[in-house]
C-alpha cells in the first residue's frame, strides 16, 4: 500500500481521499481565504539554494540536541489535537513512531489520549507536553507539574490563541467565526487532557483564554520546573518578551495558517526571529514543511530544529504508527540527500549563505 506513496504530498493526497470529508476538512484548514496556508509552503519555493561541491560529503550527520535531549533527526512532532479521529490508536501510535525515529513528540491539549499513556511509553524519548491556558496561571503551573511528573522534557506554551481563527468549515458545514473551536467530538471519543484538567463538561471552560499577557508567562515559567518553550511567535518583539519572559525557547509558527490570515509564512518570519534571539535561546519552527531541502532551508536560515503538524495526521491516517514512521523517514532520506548534493555533512553546522531569496538572484 504505502510502497507507492514516495513523498509527503503522496500521504496527503491519500489520507484526505479516505479520511470522513468532516474530519479531513478539519485537519486541512486554514483561517478565513487561507491566504498564510499557501505561503506556508509557496515561500519556501522563493528560496534558492547556492550548494558547494567537491566537499567529501560520505557521511552525513543528522542527529542533534534540542534543550540538551539528543534527537536523531532535527524534525519533531508538532502539537497537533485529536488524533483518534483518523486512527484508533490516536496520539499513542504518533508518540510510538517518534519514538522509534528517535525524534521528538510533542503532545497536545487536545489530545484524545490520556498524556499517562503516551508519556508511559517515552523511555529516553524527547517528549514535550504543549500546553494551553484556559483558566488562569494556577491551573498551567499545575498542569506543568504534572507535566513534569508523567516524565515529559519541556512544556511548550502556545501563544497564538487567544481566540481561535476563523475556519470556514466546521463538522462538515460552513460557519460564520464563534471565536470558539466549534468542533464535535464523535461520542466515543473524549479530549482526554481537558477532562482531566476541567471535568466533563467542558465545553464552556474551554474557551481559551484571552486575557494573557506576557506577565502571565513569565510568571508560569518562574514556578515552572521544566523548560519553556514559546510557540506561535513571528516578530522580532515577541521573540524578546518571551526571552524576557524566561523562555529557553521560541517556536516560530502561525499554526499552519489557522488563526491569523495574511500573517507571514514561517520561513519568512524565522529570520527576523532568529536575528532577534542572537543565540541567546535555540529557535524552532514549524508550517509548510512538506521536503527534505524545505528542512535544510529552514535549518540554514537558522532554526535549530523544524517540527510537521498534518503530514504526520496523514501518516497516522494511512498507516497507523508505520505510517507516521514513513513520513519521518521519507523526510529523514530527503534531507539527507539535499545535504550531500550541497555540500553539507552535519546539520549543525549549515552555512546562512546555502540560502538565497529569488528576488536577489540577479536575472539576465
Ligand atoms: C488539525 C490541527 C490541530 C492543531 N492543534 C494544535 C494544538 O492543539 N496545539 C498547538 O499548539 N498547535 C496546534 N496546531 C498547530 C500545529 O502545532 C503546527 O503549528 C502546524 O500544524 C504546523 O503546520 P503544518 O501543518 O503545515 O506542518 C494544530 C494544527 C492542525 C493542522
Known amino acids: 500500500m504505502d510502497t507507492e506513496l514516495i513523498c509527503?504530498?503522496?500521504?496527503?493526497?491519500?489520507?484526505l481521499s479516505t479520511l470522513d470529508t468532516r474530519y479531513g476538512d478539519f485537519f486541512a484548514a486554514g483561517a478565513d481565504d487561507e491566504q498564510t496556508l499557501q505561503d506556508n509552503r509557496a515561500d519556501f519555493k522563493k528560496l534558492r539554494f547556492r550548494p558547494r561541491m567537491m566537499r567529501n560529503v560520505a557521511d552525513?550527520?543528522?542527529s542533534t540536541t534540542i534543550l540538551g535531549n539528543l534527537i536523531s533527526l532535527p524534525v519533531g512532532i508538532a502539537p497537533t489535537s485529536r488524533h483518534k479521529l483518523v486512527h484508533h490508536l490516536g496520539e499513542e501510535a504518533t508518540a510510538r513512531a517518534a519514538k522509534s525515529m528517535g525524534t521528538c513528540f510533542c503532545l497536545s491539549t487536545y489530545a484524545t489520549t490520556k498524556a499517562a499513556e503516551v508519556a508511559g511509553l517515552s523511555g529516553d524519548a524527547t517528549q514535550w507536553f504543549q500546553l494551553y491556558i484556559f483558566k488562569d496561571v494556577q491551573m498551567a503551573?499545575?498542569?506543568?507539574?504534572?507535566?513534569?511528573?508523567?516524565?515529559?522534557k519541556a512544556v511548550v506554551v502556545t501563544v497564538d490563541l487567544p481566540v481561535v481563527g476563523n475556519r470556514r468549515k466546521v463538522n462538515g458545514t460552513r460557519k460564520a467565526n464563534s471565536a470558539i473551536d466549534g468542533f464535535e467530538l464523535p461520542p466515543h471519543l473524549r479530549h482526554e487532557i481537558i477532562e482531566e484538567l476541567l471535568g466533563r463538561d467542558n465545553s464552556v471552560t474551554s474557551k481559551p483564554c484571552s486575557h494573557l499577557t506576557w506577565k502571565d508567562l513569565a510568571m508560569i515559567v518562574s514556578a515552572s520546573p521544566l523548560p519553556v518553550?514559546?510557540?506561535?511567535?513571528?516578530?522580532?518583539?515577541d521573540a524578546e518578551q518571551a526571552i524576557k519572559a524566561g523562555c529557553s525557547a521560541v517556536y516560530v509558527s502561525n499554526h499552519g495558517g489557522r488563526q491569523l490570515d495574511g500573517v507571514y509564512?514561517?520561513?519568512?518570519?524565522?529570520?527576523?526571529?532568529?536575528?532577534?534571539?542572537g543565540g541567546r535561546v535555540e529557535v524552532y519552527m514549524d508550517g509548510g514543511i512538506r521536503t527534505g531541502t524545505d528542512v535544510l532551508k529552514a535549518l540554514a536560515l537558522g532554526a535549530r530544529a523544524v517540527f510537521i503538524g498534518r503530514p504526520a495526521i496523514y501518516g497516522l491516517a494511512v498507516g497507523g504508527e508505520k505510517g507516521v514512521r514513513r513520513v519521518i523517514t521519507i523526510l529523514r532520506d530527503e534531507l539527507k540527500l539535499a545535504m550531500q548534493l550541497s555540500g553539507i555533512t552535519d546539520v549543525n553546522d549549515i552555512p546562512r549563505s546555502l540560502v538565497q531569496h529569488e528576488s536577489l538572484i540577479p536575472r539576465l
Open 60 to 62: 552525513v550527520s543528522l
Open 8 to 15: 509527503l504530498d503522496d500521504y496527503e493526497r491519500q489520507a
Open 229 to 237: 518553550i514559546a510557540k506561535g511567535i513571528l516578530t522580532e518583539e
Open 141 to 152: 503551573q499545575r498542569q506543568i507539574q504534572k507535566a513534569k511528573k508523567h516524565g515529559f
Open 265 to 277: 509564512s514561517s520561513i519568512s518570519a524565522l529570520p527576523e526571529v532568529v536575528k532577534a534571539v
